[in-house]
């Protein structure tokens, strides 16, 4: 005789730091694909892209399909989802860094604000690394 009631596995609890995360990684990728889009299209004007250009902007687009999909798997806890979250991040860090070297006195000269940013950037993504690697945070992706 089969029983009626059904297992269900134990839900887990998302920290606020998780919650937090998640949420900021959100934004993170869709500030990306705008300020991507923007720096091509608006900034540079369609007529004007290269090469270069392209150089610069898929990157960030695939860094910001990486923050939407990290976004989703701390949302939904998926153990999956810190290793994503660690790849995005020192992506980030190596991608904008990258690009500061490369423009810093373009940057100075022509936006300084971007420069700005684009230390702010690095900052808030080794402040993520280091979030992530918080003990509550690495448990509930099951990382311990």
């Known amino acids: 005789m089969q029983s009626s009631i059904t297992r269900t596995?134990?839900?887990r609890r998302r920290p606020t730091s998780v919650?937090?995360?998640a949420i900021l990684s959100a934004l993170a990728g869709v500030?990306?694909?705008l300020?991507?889009?923007a720096g091509a299209f608006v900034i540079h004007g369609v007529d004007s892209l290269d090469a270069t250009d392209a150089v610069i902007v898929l990157p960030a687009l695939v860094l910001a399909a990486l923050y939407l999909a990290f976004a989703y798997a701390a949302?939904?806890?998926a153990p999956w989802g810190w290793t994503l979250?660690?790849?995005?991040g020192i992506g980030t860090i190596a991608y904008t860094t990258a690009i500061l070297v490369t423009s810093w006195g373009e940057f100075m000269?022509?936006?300084p604000p971007f420069a700005v940013i684009g230390v702010l950037?690095?900052?808030v993504a080794a402040v993520g690394l280091v979030i992530g690697f918080r003990p509550e945070v690495r448990a509930a992706f099951r990382r311990t």
Do not use: E, M, Q
């Open 75 to 77: 949302w939904t806890l």
């Open 31 to 33: 500030g990306t694909i």
């Open 19 to 21: 919650t937090v995360y």
């Open 9 to 11: 596995a134990p839900s």
């Open 35 to 37: 300020g991507a889009l």
């Open 121 to 123: 950037v690095v900052v």
């Open 85 to 88: 979250g660690v790849v995005a």
């Open 109 to 111: 000269r022509d936006a």
